[in-house]
Every structure is written in structure tokens, then in C-alpha cells.
């Protein structure tokens, strides 16, 4: 079965923003004291993994995510952990971000160096703005491609965040966020054990993202985001067929 490339994974929950202004901003993301904790179940409509048959069983894969973000100083370190349910597969690694969300560097090593580094950590926060406000909306986009040995990749995304309410309580105050857009991917990787036969996806559609966020003390406190791509894919040297990705991830408190 296929393992879908890091440029997807996965998660989904959409990150960046511009360190200009932000030494002058409230709204940032902190230091944990906590483990953040995300699951996600991906179902792929990887009809090409028979050939021609358009008919085939869709796959899903669930994962389970930690991250844990500590302060750093180009703004946070996030240590991240990712494994697969019932599959043989793990991942470990850190990501320095700004403190609106922005990636700035993978294991060491500037993004700018990477072309397919994962982009989406965090959902992104408004820059140079004192609060957060009821009504107040920002654009997050994000968009990176690169080329792997088995075909080129893409991550793309763009949505318009909005505050739709401040509940004050225990001492703080947590805003739910609202974030709705289009996602584009263009993924792929091995069909073979062997690594000489690739198979490809190239999808796009919807995402929403539901996110409450704790305005005082900058970290997360539960999230949810759920998309619906439809497109094209197959198998390198065969037919091009319907192809789909259906996504739902979801952070639990702390």
C-alpha cells in the first residue's frame, strides 16, 4: 500500500504568518508545558492500485501525532512525533517556527533548502495585530513544490481565517477560529517495494478548520480540520483515473 509523502502529512492543521511586527504583537504562539496530541484518518481513493479499475476499495490510513513546542531563538522549536495505526511506520522531527506559525527551519535546515518540506504546523496567526477581536479576519497561504525521484509534488492552500468569538474564562481568554479555503496536492511514491514503479496524485477541494486558541497564553487547545479533494492520479506509464483524498484530523485537549 502506499505511504503518502511527507509534503501531505497530514495534518493538515495550516501554519505560517511574518515575524515583521510581531515583537510588538499579543497574539503569538508559546512555550507548552504539555504534549499536544492530533489523530487523523485519511482515506484514499487510489483507484489506479488496479490498474485501469475505477471501481477499487478505497484505502485508509489513521496516524497519531505529538508535538510539543519549546522556545527557541528564531521564536519556537516544535518537536514532532508521527506514527502510523496498525502500519510500521514513524517519523521524529523538530521544526522552528516564528511566532505567528511560520516555518522557518527543518532539523537545523532552512526551508528555503528544502522544496518539500512540510509547511503546515500550526494555524496561522495574524501579524503586527495588538488582539484578537470578534469579527477579525486574516488570508493564510501557503504554497510549495518540489520534485522527488518518483514525479514532482505540490502543497498548496489558501484560507481566510475569521475570530468568531472570545469566552473569557479561568483567567483567560480562548477564541474560536474559523478557517475556510481551497487545498491543492500533487503527491506521490513507490507502488513497488523495489522503488521502480511510482504512482501519483494530483487533487484539490475544500478544507474548513475549526480551532479554539488560548489568546493569553499562545497555545492550542483543540483543533479540527476536514477536507475533500477530488482529482486525477495513476500509475507512472499507465492510465490516468478518477482520484480522491478524503482528510479529518482532530487535536483533543490537552
Known amino acids: 500500500m502506499p505511504r503518502p509523502v511527507s509534503v501531505l502529512l497530514l495534518a493538515l492543521l495550516c501554519t505560517a504568518g511574518t515575524s515583521a511586527g510581531t515583537a510588538q504583537s499579543r497574539v503569538r504562539y508559546q512555550a507548552t508545558s504539555y504534549t499536544l496530541h492530533y489523530a487523523s484518518v485519511n482515506t484514499y481513493l487510489l483507484y489506479f492500485l488496479r490498474g485501469s479499475d475505477t471501481l477499487g476499495t478505497p484505502v485508509t490510513t489513521r496516524t497519531l501525532e505529538s508535538r510539543k513546542a519549546s522556545s527557541s531563538p528564531e521564536g519556537l522549536a516544535v ?5 502510523g495505526v496498525g502500519e510500521p511506520f514513524q517519523f521524529e522531527e523538530t521544526y522552528t517556527i516564528d511566532p505567528t506559525g511560520r516555518l522557518l527551519a527543518v532539523g537545523g535546515r532552512s526551508v528555503a533548502e528544502l522544496p518539500s518540506a512540510r509547511v503546515d504546523l500550526f494555524p496561522r496567526l495574524p501579524s503586527g495585530v495588538p488582539e484578537l477581536t470578534a469579527g477579525l479576519s486574516w488570508m493564510d497561504t501557503v504554497s510549495i513544490r518540489g520534485q ?9 492552500v489558501r484560507r481566510r481565517y475569521r475570530v468568531l468569538r472570545l469566552i473569557d474564562s479561568l483567567g ?11 487545498m491543492h496536492i500533487r503527491q506521490g511514491g513507490w507502488q513497488d517495494p523495489a522503488q521502480t514503479t511510482a504512482w501519483w496524485q494530483d487533487i484539490e477541494g475544500p478544507v474548513a478548520d475549526t480551532v479554539w486558541f488560548d489568546a493569553q ?3 492550542l487547545l483543540a483543533a479540527a480540520s476536514v477536507m475533500d479533494l477530488a ?6 506509464g499507465g492510465p490516468s483515473v ?12 490537552p
Open 79 to 83: 518537536w514532532v512525533s508521527l506514527k
Open 172 to 182: 483567560t481568554t480562548i477564541a474560536q477560529l474559523a478557517g475556510e479555503g481551497r
Open 242 to 253: 478518477p482520484s480522491g483524498l478524503r482528510s479529518s484530523v482532530h487535536l483533543g485537549p
Open 217 to 219: 497564553r499562545g497555545v
Open 231 to 236: 482529482g486525477m492520479g495513476g500509475v507512472a
Open 148 to 156: 522527488q525521484p518518483y514525479g514532482s509534488t505540490a502543497y498548496e
